[in-house]
């Protein structure tokens, strides 16, 4: 069975930092782009930032009101997925959900939603 599990979220204060973890069994990280996904309450679930597969270049993508701020990193060793998350704001409040891309399919696919598989989401919760 493929499980994905996040954790790391929390409260913290405006300008503090996170990072969240996901879990990943079942599947590997070597033909599938991983990404990063939020949902605020009351609005659509989008993406944060993608990480293309290790038979790609691995190469990532931000969402703009994220980038500088964020990064997506893994651990193929430990199959951990990461997104360090500084400087955060209010409006970075929201469920993260961790997500797998199709496998052989490239990481415009997971952006647009294509996901194979989904986390339960973590809360993190900014405050002004």
């Known amino acids: 069975d493929v499980r994905l599990v996040e954790s790391g979220g929390g409260s913290v204060q405006a300008g503090g930092s996170l990072r969240l973890s996901c879990a990943v069994s079942?599947?590997?990280?070597?033909?599938?782009?991983m990404g990063w996904f939020r949902q605020a309450p009351g609005k659509e679930r989008e993406g944060v930032a993608v990480?293309?597969?290790?038979?790609?270049?691995?190469?990532?993508t931000y969402a703009d009101s994220v980038n500088l701020r964020f990064t997506i990193s893994k651990d193929k060793d430990k199959n951990t997925l990461f997104l360090q998350m500084n400087s955060l704001e209010p409006e970075d409040t929201a469920m993260y959900y961790c997500a797998a891309g199709r496998a052989y399919y490239d990481c415009p696919e997971l952006w647009r939603g294509d996901v194979d598989y989904w986390g339960r989401g973590v809360q993190v919760t900014v405050s002004s």
């Open positions: 990480i293309a597969s290790d038979k790609s270049d691995g190469s990532t």
């Open positions: 079942g599947l590997t990280f070597s033909s599938r782009c």
